[in-house]
Nanobody
Framework: QVQLVESGGGLVQPGGSLRLSCAASGSTFSYYRMRWYRQAPGKERELVAGITGAGLSSAGGITNYADSVKGRFTISRDNFKKAVYLQMNSLKAEDTAVYYC?????????????WGQGTQVTVSS
């Protein structure tokens, strides 16, 4: 029921910045936990950042980051536009990977898990 489309990737020099966008479809976007993952060649997909959705006991908007990107990356969401963003600053060569947008929600014992097609980020001089 949810389709995700990433954009904003590209080639940048070390120390540069990029802003990734993830556009979502569906009428229940605000309830989903949104995450950015990345996968470099030959490596497993890893969690980069996450932001919570609305729930019975939370208004959502709580963020978390991998230690490797803390202080450099910022995740945000716009529930009206049904979009999630990842602002990436002070980029390093190690940040080179395909970045994926993920939407997750658990209701009545069932998991809803959706992925975008990915967008390439290359950091090189």
């Amino acid at each position: 029921q949810v389709q995700l489309v990433e954009s904003g990737g590209g080639l940048v020099q070390p120390g540069g910045s990029l802003r990734l966008s993830c556009a979502a479809s569906g009428s229940t976007f605000s309830y989903y936990r949104m995450r950015w993952y990345r996968q470099a060649p030959g490596k497993e997909r890893e969690l980069v950042a996450g932001i919570t959705g609305a729930g019975l006991s939370s208004a959502g908007g709580i963020t978390n980051y991998a230690d490797s990107v803390k202080g450099r990356f910022t995740i945000s969401r716009d529930n009206f536009k049904k979009a999630v963003y990842l602002q990436m600053n002070s980029l390093k060569a190690e940040d080179t990977a395909v970045y994926y947008c993920n939407a997750y929600r658990a209701v009545y014992g069932r998991d809803y898990n959706y992925w975008g097609q990915g967008t390439q980020v290359t950091v090189s001089s």
